[in-house]
Nanobody
Framework: QVQLVESGGELVQPGGSLRLACAASGLTFKKYPMGWFRQAPGKERAFVAGIGRRGDSPFYADSVRGRFTISRDDTGNTAYLQMNNLLPEDTAVYYC?????????????????WGRGTQVTVSS
């Protein structure tokens, strides 16, 4: 059974940092490009960051570029999202996702497997 499980979300003050993790099982992790998305209340799910196989081609949404870093550990079957200088508008449920091939299309529809999400709240 293919499964993605996110962790690391919590309440943090503006300007703070968090690292999210996405543990994968049931798939050959190194073969799958990975992505992070987020969904705030009342809004559609939005792309945050993506990464190819072997850590190739990291790509970011404009709103997080320079603050967030996506990475992967193929030995540990885990993807990460390091988030620095967090802002209140970063508050959302964060989801990781996997897909079978890398594409310049970073829409949610281009991803095949999803986790259940982890809540990130940025507030003083």
């Amino acid at each position: 059974q293919v499964q993605l499980v996110e962790s690391g979300g919590e309440l943090v003050q503006p300007g703070g940092s968090l690292r999210l993790a996405c543990a994968a099982s049931g798939l050959t992790f190194k073969k799958y490009p990975m992505g992070w998305f987020r969904q705030a209340p009342g809004k559609e799910r939005a792309f945050v960051a993506g990464i190819g196989r072997r850590g190739d081609s990291p790509f970011y949404a404009d709103s997080v570029r320079g603050r967030f870093t996506i990475s992967r550990d193929d030995t540990g079957n885990t993807a990460y999202l390091q988030m620095n200088n967090l802002l209140p508008e970063d508050t959302a449920v964060y989801y990781c996702a996997a897909r079978s091939y890398y594409s310049d299309d970073h829409s949610p529809a281009s991803y095949d497997v999803w986790g259940r999400g982890t809540q990130v709240t940025v507030s003083s």
